[in-house]
């Protein structure tokens, strides 16, 4: 959960598939913080994490693009 001011923002959840993956496999960000990058900012903390870990990160579900949904399975960053 991220927050500002005691006001959630926005969420985020993942699992751990194997030694090798952590996928996300849920992200939500409140209307009030739309548009304002907390979505962005959510995913780059936590493919740092993943790094720090020696792991891939996975982006699963979809993936809002022109007003119409497409399934995606997305890898956003391999451990260094």
């Known amino acids: 959960v991220t927050t500002k001011n005691g006001e959630e923002l926005g969420e985020m959840t993942f699992v751990k598939s194997n030694d090798e993956f952590y996928i996300i496999d849920h992200t939500g960000v409140s209307d009030a913080a739309r548009g ?14 993943a790094r720090e870990h020696g792991k891939t990160a996975l982006l699963q579900g979809a993936i809002r693009e022109k007003s119409k949904l497409s399934g995606c ?3 956003i960053s391999k451990g260094a």
């Open 36 to 49: 304002r990058g907390v979505g962005q900012v959510m995913v780059k903390t936590f493919v740092e994490y």
């Open 73 to 75: 399975i997305k890898i």
